[in-house]
């Protein structure tokens, strides 16, 4: 009998995994899924439990980086996430005196600063390496 609970949390599990996509739950099935053969194999309810923990634990922690990596590889880079890595053209100069330039990227004028306190004139081109609000966080290329 204690066996069948530990098949019935794999398989809800399961299930979940498939509904949802997200690399959840799936862990936690294969925690139970070894934790049912640890059943069958004889082991009592603490030890039950703790290869469901372990398992799971480790499962998570040593496997989930790299299906992430290799499952998400067809993600489009949207709004703003879209910006880092684009070239500008500085319209007002970055200096010293004062941090916050602007810069035209595609057509649009932002407000924009160094990432290092370089100072950049106008009509240099930078690259964008992140957008902190509504301002381009710049380096010099």
């Known amino acids: 009998?204690?066996?069948?609970?530990?098949?019935?949390?794999?398989?809800?599990?399961?299930?979940l995994e498939i509904i949802s996509l997200g690399l959840t739950t799936i862990?936690?099935?294969?925690?139970?899924?070894?934790?049912?053969i640890a059943t069958l194999a004889g082991a009592g309810y603490v030890i039950q439990f703790i290869v469901f923990i372990a398992v799971s634990f480790v499962t998570l922690v040593l496997t989930r980086p790299l299906a992430v990596?290799?499952?998400?590889?067809?993600?489009?880079?949207?709004?703003?996430?879209?910006?880092?890595?684009?070239?500008?053209?500085?319209?007002?100069?970055?200096?010293?005196?004062?941090?916050?330039?602007?810069?035209s990227l595609d057509g649009e004028t932002w407000m924009a600063c160094s990432e290092?306190?370089?100072?950049?004139?106008?009509?240099?081109?930078?690259?964008?390496?992140?957008?902190?609000?509504?301002?381009l966080i710049l380096k010099k290329l």
């Open 116 to 135: 290092d306190g370089t100072s950049m004139k106008e009509g240099e081109k930078a690259e964008v390496v992140r957008v902190e609000g509504v301002k």
């Open 27 to 36: 862990w936690f099935a294969l925690g139970a899924l070894v934790a049912f």
């Open 69 to 103: 990596k290799y499952f998400n590889t067809n993600l489009t880079k949207t709004n703003v996430e879209a910006l880092s890595g684009k070239t500008v053209v500085i319209t007002k100069s970055i200096t010293e005196d004062n941090p916050f330039g602007e810069a």
């Open 1 to 15: 009998m204690k066996s069948i609970c530990w098949l019935i949390v794999f398989l809800v599990l399961l299930v």
